[in-house]
């Protein structure tokens, strides 16, 4: 893919290209529920970011991207959408960027990699570029993904091959300031971007809405907050739009709908955790 024109957003077959950062998968026993609302269970441990490790590698160069005239023209925001709603028996990835992704067949090789059965869904264009969809399967047991963890690898795994093969997207990644050719001009403030609303989705379940700023292992954080106070969550989308991730889930506790002072609980909960990522346990 790297020698095409337009090149994807994934790992090349090419010996020469260098990955940006490596993906190390662990066991997550959390998974993603739709009937049974304790499948998550109660687990003392905290996942963090330091659970799905980025090792930095080697950078494209620069020069290079700027020869071709990639960084002459306004870079578009990169989106990655995982969507565990649309599909009942896969999960559904969306990647635009642009105009500027091909075949993406680098793509579907770099996540069956990790144990994925990857096909084509379908590519639509609109205003805001390209839209190229994925379905999504557990090769072991030919169902859609429900770890947490696995789905923020792929989702690190999109944001590595958007750095490698597209370096110009860096500017526009959360993860460009460190992994990227060029950062980000303006980091978001992690204080100001964080919202978090919960409201009533039906009498069996409530709908969670987070937008933060974005970093490794965010997804699992985010679902590792809301077990850790026995909130179950069934499914929902996670958005990476640039600097800014954004999440929408379907949560209950005991199958029913969250009562007014526990959507209180998880809406302070998620918005002190937020806006302290890097707040060590050990140190209170």
Do not use: W
Not at 36 to 64: C, D, E
Not at 236 to 257: I, M, R, S
């Amino acid at each position: 893919m790297a020698s095409a024109a337009n090149c994807a957003v994934y790992f090349s077959s090419n010996t020469n290209c260098l990955t940006v950062f490596e993906i190390k998968n662990h066991s997550l026993p959390a998974t993603f529920v739709s009937r049974h609302p304790n499948t998550f269970g109660r687990r003392s441990v905290r996942l963090s970011s330091s659970t799905t490790g980025i090792n930095p590698l080697a950078a494209p160069s620069a020069t290079a991207v700027e020869n071709d005239g990639s960084l002459l023209d306004t870079v578009p925001t990169p989106k990655v959408i995982i969507d565990q709603d649309s599909d009942p028996d896969a999960t559904i990835v969306e990647i635009t960027f642009g105009d500027r992704l091909g075949a993406l067949l680098d793509t579907m090789n770099a996540l069956k990699s990790l144990g994925l059965n990857v096909t084509k869904a379908n590519v639509y264009l609109d205003s805001s570029g390209k839209h190229n969809k994925f379905s999504i399967t557990k090769a072991s047991t030919g169902r859609k993904v429900e770890d947490p963890e696995l789905l923020e690898a792929i989702r690190l795994t999109i944001i590595n091959n958007l750095l490698e093969y597209h370096p110009e997207s860096s500017s526009q990644l959360a993860m460009g300031a460190t992994f990227g050719v060029e950062p980000p001009k303006e980091m978001v403030d992690v204080d100001i971007a964080t919202h978090v609303r919960v409201r009533d989705d039906g009498p069996d379940r409530s709908l969670l809405f987070v937008e933060t700023a974005d970093r490794p292992g965010l997804l699992v954080d985010i679902v590792k907050t809301v077990t850790d106070i026995n909130i179950a969550v069934e499914s929902g989308e996670f958005d990476t739009e640039g600097l800014l991730a954004k999440a929408t889930f379907h949560v209950n506790y005991k199958g029913k709908a969250l009562i007014k002072p526990l959507q209180q609980v998880l809406a302070n909960s998620l918005r002190y955790f937020l806006r302290r990522p890097t707040t060590e346990e050990a140190s209170f």
